[in-house]
């Protein structure tokens, strides 16, 4: 019989007066180097793969989820939400980096329609924490980052057609986007028509 050894780290209850959340996600741990060394994982094990899966799809793991991870325990299930493997650059057949068939479904920058009564707004294309099993990890974010001409452009979009009747913020997480600009998109996507039940 194996008996584990990992020990898990106790939640640290978070000073709300010293860490924002905006804080936090700034530090947040972002090199596999740093994940393994806070883990007490052997790099030589590894550091190889997580480097190679890093490349595809960067880390990011903020304190309070790490705090959460057992020690040394390369099985722990919340280690492998983050931990990248040099596997996630193989390919299988039938798998695909779109699932979600968004790349055909963008009219303007950062609004994807694949519904006629519905849109998605990609607010942002960060999150607080990198999940390895991301569905949009291969979403081109680079190319829909909102301008403010992006933004006039998508929200002239949503105004006009009559048919939308829910916009979904999107990314990334929206929540992380800064309150203002999130204030001003609910303020100014005021449709141009009304929905009887």
């Given amino acids: 019989m194996i008996q584990r050894t990992a020990t898990r780290i106790e939640a640290r209850p978070i000073d709300h007066a010293d860490h924002s959340w905006q804080r936090l996600l700034s530090e947040s741990v972002t090199t596999p180097d740093a994940l393994l060394r806070r883990l007490d994982l052997d790099p030589t094990t590894w550091l190889h793969g997580a480097d190679k899966g890093?490349?595809?799809?960067?880390?990011?793991?903020?304190?309070?989820?790490?705090?959460?991870?057992?020690?040394?325990?390369?099985?722990?299930?919340?280690?492998?939400?983050?931990?990248?493997?040099?596997?996630?650059a193989e390919t299988y057949p039938g798998f695909v980096?779109?699932?979600?068939?968004?790349?055909?479904?963008?009219p303007a920058t950062g609004l994807i329609r694949k519904y006629d009564?519905?849109?998605?707004?990609?607010v942002t294309g960060q999150c607080?924490?990198?999940?390895?099993?991301?569905?949009?990890?291969?979403?081109?974010?680079?190319?829909?980052?909102?301008?403010?001409?992006?933004?006039?452009?998508?929200?002239?979009?949503?105004s006009d057609d009559t048919r939308i009747n829910e916009v979904i913020f999107?990314?990334?997480?929206?929540?992380?986007?800064?309150?203002?600009?999130?204030s001003a998109w609910l303020r100014h996507w005021q449709p141009s028509h009304t929905s009887a039940g």
């Fill in 128 to 158: 607080a924490i990198n999940c390895r099993y991301c569905f949009r990890r291969h979403f081109p974010y680079e190319d829909h980052r909102l301008s403010p001409e992006d933004r006039a452009q998508a929200l002239k979009a949503l």
């Fill in 117 to 122: 009564s519905r849109a998605l707004l990609m």
């Fill in 54 to 88: 890093h490349r595809l799809f960067p880390i990011r793991v903020p304190e309070p989820y790490l705090s959460r991870i057992a020690r040394g325990d390369p099985d722990d299930p919340l280690l492998r939400q983050v931990l990248p493997f040099s596997s996630e």
């Fill in 170 to 182: 999107s990314g990334g997480d929206p929540l992380v986007a800064n309150d203002r600009l999130l």
């Fill in 97 to 106: 980096s779109d699932p979600l068939q968004e790349s055909g479904s963008m």
